[in-house]
């Protein structure tokens, strides 16, 4: 999901609570908090030697001692046109890091309205050769989730 189609979610849906929704289907505790949004810019040389560039909105949600505080589509539309001028590319992925023994970012697969809240399902980030041909790999084939969990094609692993 991008920024602009997140803040065209919220804005549409501002009387109702955010939710978040972990892979696997557990839901991040209600009294979450969103302690940062940034703009992220890594620069990089895949393992061919090419150099790359990618931009993310990188929110990161944190639960703390508050288990009264609950977020509205209302606020998290604020507090992502608070950050503005931090992200001003609407175009770039959003990504979630959040703490669950380990700290994890996620994607955001779809989302989910209710009669109360705005559910964002989000997905494990996954690792990938960006240069097989130069590599001696195959190319991987990425497939559909068989039961909720990835699963491996023919030439590789998703």
């Given at each position: 999901m991008t920024?602009?189609?997140?803040?065209?979610?919220l804005a549409h849906h501002g009387e109702r609570l955010f939710r978040i929704t972990l892979p696997g289907g557990k839901a991040v505790p209600l009294?979450?908090?969103v302690t940062e949004v940034g703009r992220l810019h890594k620069t990089f040389l895949d393992c061919g030697g090419k150099?790359?560039?990618?931009i993310t909105c990188q929110l990161q949600v944190w639960v703390g001692p508050d288990y009264d505080h609950r977020i509205e589509t209302g606020k998290m539309a604020a507090i992502l046109?608070?950050?503005?001028?931090?992200?001003p590319d609407g175009s770039v992925p959003v990504e979630i890091e959040y703490e669950d023994q380990v700290i994890s970012q996620y994607t955001i697969a779809r989302h989910e309205l209710?009669?109360?809240?705005v559910i964002l399902h989000l997905e494990h980030k996954?690792?990938?050769?960006l240069a097989p041909e130069l590599c001696g790999l195959p190319a991987l084939e990425r497939?559909?989730?068989?039961?909720?969990k990835p699963h491996c094609g023919p030439r590789g692993c998703c």
């Open positions: 920024l602009s189609e997140l803040k065209d979610l009294s979450f908090h150099r790359r560039e990618s046109n608070k950050a503005r001028e931090i992200v209710t009669g109360e809240a996954h690792t990938e050769c497939l559909p989730a068989i039961g909720g």
